[in-house]
């Protein structure tokens, strides 16, 4: 992920090799990277297991971390919503490329609350809010206009008052049984922590691992 003569990186990776709550160092991480990156500093990588075994891989958006784990939301019909639906299990990765770090998560999933689905629902743009009834996500579209009828239907059929949440629209939270840090140094002597944990109630241990 960098070039042989790269002799720079950002941060001191002691400060984040000493550190013991790999929850409190992703929030330090995703801070810095609010600040460095120039767009879309929480996007991830996700990834599941389709029907066939084969994995897929696309990127989201986190919109919310904390010690329960990492929340998305989505389409529930579309073909990672089914996935997960079908094998309750995902990968995540971060990469900041202006600070030059990766975090990698991987763990079970389960849906969010209701509650947690209304809320973030209400904080989007009215536009999404639309969209989402709009899109059929993952599934064939005959044409660009066939999709904008549709958002037209539903603008229209929501034009006053509120835009209700799909019943089919919520989110997912990946619970980490493991989470690795790695941080770039030096022809490729990268600093590479990880922590791991048996389930969901144990505590965590925290390895070294070469780069």
């Known amino acids: 992920m960098s070039s042989e003569a790269n002799t720079a990186s950002t941060g001191n990776p002691a400060d984040f090799t000493?550190?013991?709550?790999?929850?409190?160092?992703?929030?330090a991480w995703m801070a810095e990277a609010a600040a460095s990156e120039p767009s879309d500093p929480n996007a991830m990588s996700l990834a599941t297991v389709g029907e066939d075994g084969l994995p897929?891989?696309?990127?989201?958006?986190?919109?919310?971390?904390?010690?329960?784990?990492?929340?998305?939301?989505?389409?529930?019909?579309?073909?990672?919503?089914?996935?997960?639906?079908?094998?309750?299990?995902?990968?995540?990765?971060?990469?900041w490329k202006s600070l030059r770090r990766q975090v990698?998560?991987?763990?079970?999933?389960?849906?969010?609350?209701?509650?947690?689905a209304d809320a973030y629902y209400a904080s989007r743009p009215r536009d999404s809010r639309i969209g989402a009834w709009a899109s059929q996500q993952s599934r064939p579209l005959e044409s660009r206009f066939a999709l904008e009828k549709a958002v037209a239907k539903y603008a229209a059929k929501y034009a006053i008052g509120d835009v209700p949440r799909p019943h089919y629209w919520s989110g997912f939270r990946v619970i980490p049984i493991s989470i690795e840090f790695w941080q770039d140094r030096?022809?490729?002597l990268h600093e590479r922590i990880r922590?791991?944990?048996?389930?969901?109630a144990s505590a965590w241990s925290k390895s070294r691992l070469y780069p």
């Open 195 to 200: 922590f791991d944990r048996s389930d969901e």
């Open 186 to 188: 030096p022809f490729r």
């Open 18 to 27: 000493e550190r013991d709550d790999p929850f409190a160092l992703f929030d």
């Open 56 to 95: 897929n891989v696309r990127m989201v958006l986190l919109k919310g971390a904390d010690s329960r784990g990492f929340v998305f939301y989505t389409n529930l019909e579309s073909q990672k919503g089914q996935e997960l639906a079908a094998n309750r299990k995902a990968a995540l990765c971060f990469h």
């Open 104 to 116: 990698r998560v991987r763990g079970r999933v389960e849906p969010v609350s209701a509650a947690e």
